[in-house]
């Protein structure tokens, strides 16, 4: 490529040295040219041998200098051919992918450049394979996805306006009388990050299995494996540590332990403003969905619909219908269906996912261990877009 691009500045600079000597040669074999005519028609005479052989001479000189003067024109047209170069981050990520597979296998890069990363604690720290995994749960973790975000390590504060006990209102006044002040109190919500780990394990036939993709195979087993357990901590919550929805507050309760009404879940629906109602969804269990599904209104006609525009399939009174085995069935007590805008919920997760590869531990069990750990938390950071049913206490 340097030789090529050498060679080109050499043409030029040729080009812009020789250039004007040509067209001076070529104007001054014109004028040569010129005389030789003017003199013998002056003399009112033929050319002599000699002028004759002398004007064929300068008619091939300046044809051949026409000749190199429409080949530099025509070189200009030509561009050395650039050779194809991958990406720098797409040509990393592949290594990093190779070395990721290599290291599940035991096999160490020759190259020093691409082997990965191990931290004190021996985990190795892949940041594509990382980026993949988050990736992957977001698509297949909709609540996570459909929550706020946050990727930031330490701690998070994100302040909020409560107007539960008191609000900035608006009234009538009169000329020289006093406002009387109102205001809603500032609170925040702290998001930390608590600890979790996710644990797969890969046959070590498949390990040893060279046309097995076994970066794609770990990367959606860490992903379903987290996004399940992320679910289940954002639907339900842990005493203690992710909150989740646990905490929502807007409710209407059920008059049956065991069974749901049409008009519940409108008074449901209703609960959220008609500003989060756009983002909302319905998220409950499959078998509340089929006992839904058998719900008709005062016309017959059944409340739950077939929708194949809808993202799952379903709509109820408009909006999609999500169903996680995670949520709670129709029992006694239970939270049974959320519904609202999930933006409503923080999330906050350190991207940073570790990896460590455990090759002795299950080998009695002729397979290797993979275990992606990751740190979270989650709470409500606006209380008015969800709300929950509840069934009745027995």
Not at 36 to 44: F, K, S
Not at 48 to 63: G, H, L, Q, S
Not at 109 to 138: D, F, M, Q, S, Y
Not at 253 to 280: H, N
């Amino acid at each position: 490529m340097n030789l090529i691009i050498a060679k080109k500045r050499k043409a030029k600079q040729i080009e812009t040295r020789s250039m004007p000597t040509l067209v001076e040669q070529r104007n001054n074999l014109l004028a040569e040219m010129e005389t030789l005519v003017d003199t013998a028609q002056t003399e009112t005479r033929a050319f002599t041998e000699t002028e004759n052989t002398r004007f064929d001479e300068i008619k091939n000189e300046i044809a051949a200098i026409d000749k190199t003067i429409n080949a530099f024109e025509e070189s200009r047209a030509f561009e050395p051919t650039k050779p194809v170069v991958a990406p720098v981050k797409e040509e990393r990520a592949l290594q990093e992918e190779r070395a990721f597979a290599n290291y599940i296998r035991g096999v160490v890069e020759e190259r020093a450049e691409v082997n990965l990363t191990v931290g004190e604690n021996g985990a190795v720290i892949p940041k594509t394979i990382a980026a993949k995994i988050i990736t992957r749960v977001k698509d297949i973790c909709p609540i996570y996805q459909m929550s706020t975000l946050y990727n930031v390590g330490g701690t998070l504060s994100i302040p909020f306006y409560d107007e539960s006990s008191s609000s900035i209102k608006m009234a009538y006044a009169t000329e020289f009388a006093e406002l009387e002040g109102s205001s809603a109190k500032f609170d925040s919500v702290q998001l930390t990050g608590f600890l979790a780990g996710a644990l797969s394990k890969v046959s070590k036939s498949l390990v040893n299995n060279s046309d097995f993709d076994l970066t794609a195979f770990v990367v959606n087993a860490m992903a379903e494996a987290i996004s399940e357990w992320i679910e289940n901590e954002l639907l339900n919550g842990t005493t203690g540590k992710v909150e989740g929805l646990s905490t929502v507050k807007q409710a209407v309760t059920t008059a049956s332990a065991i069974a749901v009404t049409p008009d519940e879940l409108i008074d449901l629906q209703e609960t959220v403003r008609d500003q989060f109602q756009a983002g909302s969804i319905w998220i409950m269990n499959r078998e509340t969905r089929k006992a839904i599904r058998k719900l008709k209104d005062n016309d017959g006609n059944y409340i739950l619909n077939k929708d194949v525009t809808a993202k799952w399939g379903y709509t109820l009174f408009g909006k999609d219908v999500f169903t996680s085995d995670n949520m709670p069935t129709m029992a006694a007590g239970k939270t049974a269906i959320y519904y609202g805008d999930m933006s409503g919920l923080a999330v906050k997760l350190t991207e940073k996912v570790s990896i460590e590869i455990l090759r002795e531990k299950y080998s009695t069990q002729h397979a290797i261990g993979v275990v992606g750990w990751i740190e979270i938390d989650a709470k409500l950071e606006n209380t008015q877009k969800i709300a929950k049913l509840v069934m009745k206490s027995a």
